[in-house]
């Protein structure tokens, strides 16, 4: 089993920065993709950034020059750091990762999510 912990979210003001984090744990034999989505209120979640056991990353485009995904393979932790924080990134943010267990079985994991608000 595989767990995913975020940390990081809060109240932040227009043109501010936050950095998320998010590490997972359990029985882990290889982390392919990490990445984080959001929920707003009343919305679907959507990807926001994702990044590759290569290091390949992809942006939604309303993130793209403000926000930067990067992974820590050793502590399996990926990261989001947010810059130029606008109010319609409020929302709820999700970590996923997607790799294999030491009993060579497929995960597909969840965090439980934090929260992100940018207003004045």
């Known amino acids: 089993q595989v767990q995913l912990v975020e940390s990081g979210g809060g109240l932040v003001q227009p043109g501010g920065s936050l950095k998320l984090s998010c590490v997972a744990s359990?029985?882990?034999?290889?982390?392919?993709?990490m990445g984080w989505f959001r929920q707003a209120p009343g919305k679907q979640r959507d990807l926001v950034a994702v990044?590759?056991?290569?290091?390949?990353?992809t942006y939604v485009d309303s993130v793209k020059g403000r926000f930067t995904i990067s992974r820590d393979h050793a502590k399996n932790t990926v990261y989001l750091q947010m810059n130029n924080l606008k109010p319609e990134d409020t929302a709820v943010y999700y970590c996923?990762?997607?790799?294999?267990?030491?009993?060579?079985?497929?995960?597909?994991?969840w965090g439980q999510g934090t929260q992100v608000t940018v207003s004045s």
């Open positions: 996923n990762s997607k790799g294999l267990t030491t009993l060579y079985s497929y995960f597909d994991t």
């Open positions: 359990g029985n882990i034999f290889r982390i392919n993709n």
């Open positions: 990044i590759t056991s290569g290091e390949t990353t």
